[in-house]
């Protein structure tokens, strides 16, 4: 193995998370399998105590579920009144107009997010992580997420690995034998419109080889010979 590097690792938990596809707006709304990158640098940066995660900072992760079901919630729809519309009772012009939509949302349970970072001051992160300024949450406000451990660790480097449960970068979709592609945002454009970017990704469930150089866990177990690879997106 060749020199490595040092990384951050935090180890997070939720009760119920959902990450939302962000074109569906009516009907069933399913969730992606694995937070977006997006999604994993805004808990950085609610951490932080930032608008923003720090663009030095790059991530890995890995995740998973105990479960996923569906759930009906309300979704509350306002638009601007138009023509004469009044309040019930009154002649006061009624300024908005809402309505009610059941929708299923799917739901994931017992949630398990590993998150390695490397890049940046990594010492200022970790003392935000066991002290975070905002709360952090798992896709919703409600999906709120509790830092179980964080820890440094030197990653050695690799010619070949194995992949678990674990969001990788579009470009290394023909390495791998098994995969779920996705289309997920991947950053976050300047303020003030910070509209999303979108790129592909794939999610790994269960463990695949990757016949590639990457960074490796050295204290992962060894599958075939192999240790766990570590593989990063950056800012997006």
């Known amino acids: 193995m060749a020199a490595g590097v040092t990384v951050l690792r935090a180890m997070l938990r ?5 990450f939302r ?7 069933r709304q399913p969730s992606y399998p694995a937070p977006p990158p997006t999604t994993v640098r805004g808990m950085l940066a609610a951490a932080l105590g930032s608008a923003e995660c720090p663009p030095e900072y790059e991530v890995a ?18 638009v601007v009144a138009g023509g004469r519309a009044r309040l019930p009772g009154t002649e006061l012009p009624k300024a908005l107009e809402g309505s009610v939509q059941p929708v299923h949302r799917e739901f994931l349970f017992d949630c398990r997010l590993e998150v390695t970072v ?6 200022a992160l970790a003392a935000a992580l066991r002290r975070p300024a905002f709360a952090l949450s798992m896709g919703r406000s409600q999906d709120l997420a509790e830092v179980a451990a964080v820890e440094e660790l030197h ?13 990788v970068p579009g470009e290394l ?12 945002p991947i950053g976050i454009g300047p303020a003030p419109e910070r509209q999303p970017r979108f790129g592909r990704v794939v999610w790994v469930e269960g463990r695949v080889n990757l016949d590639r150089p990457a960074f490796v866990d050295p204290e992962s177990p060894v599958r075939s010979g192999r ?3 570590v593989v990063f997106f950056g800012p997006g």
């Open 173 to 184: 979709r023909d390495a791998i034998s098994r995969g779920i592609g996705l289309v997920v």
């Open 61 to 78: 992760i890995r995740f998973c579920a105990a479960g996923r079901a569906d759930d009906l919630e309300h979704q509350h729809v306002v």
């Open 118 to 123: 490397r890049g940046g001051d990594l010492g």
């Open 14 to 18: 939720a009760a119920t998370a959902s």
């Open 155 to 167: 990653l050695a480097r690799a010619d070949t690995c194995y992949l678990e449960d674990t969001l």
């Open 21 to 27: 596809y962000p074109h569906f707006v009516v009907g």
């Open 227 to 229: 240790r766990r690879g």
